[in-house]
């Protein structure tokens, strides 16, 4: 079964930082390539970041750009977001998700910027 | 800014048809947007339905259909079902850039 699951999330103030994790599992997580997206409480869906099967390329929504990195392990099947330099608009629930056809999500991980 | 916009709202009778659509601030959407769709209930994860304009994953009831209609992305429901009451979301990419719409709420009535 295929099963995405993230963590890392929680409450951190305004400039912090906060990593979060997507741990793969069910599938051959090496051949897909990953991305993060995002939804604010009570608002749609808003894509963060791209990383390709191999890490050699990446994407970013200029919303992003110069704060969170994206990373991956493939012997440890997780995806990563490193998120530096926290505002609070970037509150929301970050969902991993699978693909080019964003074919399988996670649950989701709260992070929550507030003083 | 590139923004991609859906109706906000729709309502359909059970056993009805709907077509929601996904428009680009850019111009016409063509097959090269790689429109895709999602459904999304409360309180839970977006399920993909639709990809590259009108592939279906193995789980997609086979009542949801994708197309390009007038120079947008169109999702039609045939014989809508009481369970189909969700937020909807296309999703376009523009080269390195991923854009979601902003989501059509289908009440089911």
């Known amino acids: 079964e295929v099963q995405l699951v993230e963590s890392g999330g929680g409450l951190v103030q305004p400039g912090g930082s906060l990593r979060l994790s997507c741990a793969a599992s069910?599938?051959?997580?090496?051949?897909?390539?990953m991305n993060w997206v995002r939804q604010a409480p009570g608002k749609g869906l808003e894509w963060v970041s791209y990383i390709s099967s191999s890490s050699s390329t990446i994407y970013y929504a200029d919303s992003v750009k110069g704060r969170f990195t994206i990373s991956r392990d493939n012997a440890k099947n997780s995806l990563y977001l490193q998120m530096n330099s926290l505002r609070a608009e970037d509150t929301a629930v970050y969902y991993c998700a699978r693909g080019g056809s964003y074919s399988r999500w996670g649950q989701g991980t709260l992070v929550t910027v507030s003083s | 800014q590139t923004v991609v916009t859906q109706e906000p709202s729709l309502t359909v009778s059970p056993g009805g048809t709907v077509t929601l659509t996904c428009a680009s601030s850019?111009?016409?959407?063509?097959?090269?947007?790689?429109p895709n769709w999602f459904q999304q209930k409360p309180g839970q994860a977006p399920r993909a339905l639709i990809y590259s304009t009108s592939n279906k994953h193995s789980w997609t009831p086979a009542r949801f259909s994708g197309s390009l209609l007038g120079g947008k992305a169109a999702l039609t429901l045939s014989g809508v079902q009481p369970e189909d009451e969700a937020e909807y979301y296309c999703l376009l990419y523009y080269g390195g850039a991923v854009v979601f719409g902003g989501g059509t709420k289908l009440t089911v009535l």
């Open positions: 850019t111009g016409a959407v063509t097959s090269g947007y790689y």
């Open positions: 069910g599938f051959t997580f090496s051949s897909y390539s």
